[in-house]
């Protein structure tokens, strides 16, 4: 049985943190203007929980952390363009680890077309700072988030559509240099959709994919496939699409060599491409999504890996206010190869020698809706990792509570 020793300072702030969830404080109201057509809202939370291993590690370090945010949402429907646009912070604070605490900003735009002439799609921007402690080396991160997308549909003719989308994110770590590695990623992706029946649409398509480090390292994917939109299977609804993808890593030469002598590695790798996202109402009252991928990426080190999880998710509303959730998941994740800041030449899997991860989580959830305004909510987390590296096994319990207010 797990047993906290809360320090003074701890008590101060549990005391005060649950003073708070009971007595919330007034907010602001809710804007409607311009006949309704455009709506401000603003929310806010407050919370305190206990994380078991603050760093994701093998020396698992505990902490009672306590979190909080507010922000602005605005939305306007009106016209042939729709604006969706949000304002916020995240703060939190830990108990012993205090160097951790963190106040994020986080922001994000969009404009949309929904009707109006045969083209339709959107256009996003965000950017956002992210705290999180990262398992691919036991250590927690800070970053700077940032992605500008823009997804699109055309109809060709009766049966036939397009759609894609063209989208840049970046990673920027503040710690960047030495372990953390920045990474830009491009995207273009294009489907060509055909209506064979009024509730499921079959497609192939293609994405591009070019991901660029601050370590003068490259990967680009080619990745095909075919799938399904709409009714996948039964009363499972949403898209799957599997193929196959051709990855191509690029990486600096040996920079201890002469000029001449120097040359760049290439590494190349293939493999299965899924991408799933499914939801089945089981009743009225039971919904379940399912999310199945299997991909390559780069890690936070600038590591190339290929993944693969899974993950299924149960949202049950037993009354008008009352409603819990679970979910359980695996993954699998193999390092390829990779490239360090303050190493001259790339290294077959992990630092030279393999590397294998596995993982299992497990959660569950309960929200209470007070009134219109205000909600109470639980969560606890299980997640566990296994690694044929000692140095990367590890165990995490997270257990929250949180009181969420929206105007």
């Known amino acids: 049985m797990m047993r906290l020793n809360l320090s003074p300072r701890a008590h101060r702030q549990l005391v005060a943190g649950l003073l708070a969830l009971l007595a919330p404080v007034p907010a602001h109201a809710l804007f409607r203007f311009n006949d309704g057509r455009d709506q401000v809202y603003v929310t806010a939370y407050i919370g305190t929980g206990y994380d078991s291993n603050v760093f994701a590690s093998k020396d698992a370090s505990s902490d009672l952390v306590f979190t909080g945010g507010a922000g602005i949402e605005y939305a306007r429907k009106a016209g042939l363009i729709g604006v969706n646009a949000s304002l916020g912070w995240d703060f939190g604070n830990f108990d012993s680890f205090s160097t951790e605490d963190f106040l994020n900003p986080s922001a994000s735009?969009?404009?949309?077309?929904?009707?109006?002439?045969?083209?339709?799609?959107?256009?996003?921007?965000?950017?956002?700072?992210?705290?999180?402690?990262?398992?691919?080396?036991?250590?927690?991160?800070?970053?700077?988030?940032?992605?500008?997308?823009?997804?699109?549909?055309?109809?060709?003719?009766?049966?036939?559509?397009?759609?894609?989308?063209?989208?840049?994110?970046?990673?920027?770590?503040?710690?960047?240099?030495?372990?953390?590695?920045?990474?830009?990623?491009?995207?273009?992706?294009?489907?060509?959709?055909?209506?064979?029946?009024?509730?499921?649409?079959?497609?192939?398509?293609?994405?591009?994919?070019?991901?660029?480090?601050?370590?003068?390292?490259?990967?680009?994917?080619?990745?095909?496939?075919?799938?399904?939109?709409?009714?996948?299977?039964?009363?499972?609804s949403g898209s799957a699409r599997v193929g196959w993808t051709f990855h191509q890593n690029t990486y600096p030469g040996d920079t201890t060599l002469p000029d001449l002598a120097t040359s760049k590695t290439e590494d190349n790798s293939d493999g299965i491409y899924v991408s799933l996202s499914g939801t089945w109402p089981a009743t009225r009252k039971a919904t379940f999504t399912l999310a199945l991928s299997q991909d390559f990426?780069?890690?936070?080190?600038?590591?190339?890996?290929?993944?693969?999880?899974?993950?299924?998710?149960?949202?049950?509303?037993?009354?008008?206010?009352?409603?819990?959730?679970?979910?359980?998941?695996?993954?699998?994740?193999?390092?390829?190869?990779?490239?360090?800041?303050?190493?001259?030449?790339?290294?077959?899997?992990?630092?030279?020698?393999?590397?294998?991860?596995?993982?299992?989580?497990?959660?569950?959830?309960?929200?209470?809706?007070?009134?219109?305004?205000?909600?109470?909510?639980?969560?606890?987390?299980?997640?566990?990792?296994?690694?044929?590296?000692?140095?990367?096994?590890?165990?995490?319990?997270?257990?929250?509570?949180?009181?969420?207010?929206?105007?």
């Open 297 to 407: 990426s780069t890690t936070s080190t600038n590591f190339q890996t290929e993944t693969s999880t899974v993950d299924l998710t149960g949202k049950f509303s037993h009354t008008v206010k009352f409603s819990t959730s679970a979910n359980v998941g695996a993954g699998y994740t193999n390092y390829i190869s990779g490239f360090v800041n303050n190493s001259p030449i790339f290294t077959p899997g992990f630092r030279g020698g393999d590397r294998e991860d596995y993982y299992v989580t497990a959660g569950v959830g309960a929200s209470y809706v007070i009134n219109n305004h205000f909600t109470l909510s639980a969560s606890y987390t299980y997640y566990e990792n296994w690694s044929n590296l000692s140095d990367f096994t590890f165990v995490r319990h997270s257990v929250g509570l949180s009181l969420s207010t929206r105007w």
């Open 109 to 236: 735009l969009e404009f949309s077309k929904g009707t109006g002439g045969r083209i339709t799609g959107a256009v996003q921007l965000n950017a956002r700072r992210v705290s999180r402690a990262d398992p691919t080396v036991g250590l927690r991160t800070d970053s700077w988030n940032y992605g500008i997308n823009l997804n699109y549909r055309y109809p060709i003719m009766e049966r036939y559509s397009l759609a894609g989308n063209i989208g840049w994110d970046r990673i920027d770590y503040q710690d960047e240099g030495v372990t953390f590695i920045d990474l830009d990623s491009y995207t273009i992706g294009t489907d060509l959709f055909y209506s064979w029946r009024s509730d499921r649409d079959l497609l192939a398509g293609y994405r591009y994919r070019l991901s660029t480090s601050s370590a003068e390292s490259d990967s680009r994917d080619h990745s095909v496939y075919v799938g399904v939109s709409g009714r996948i299977l039964s009363k499972l």
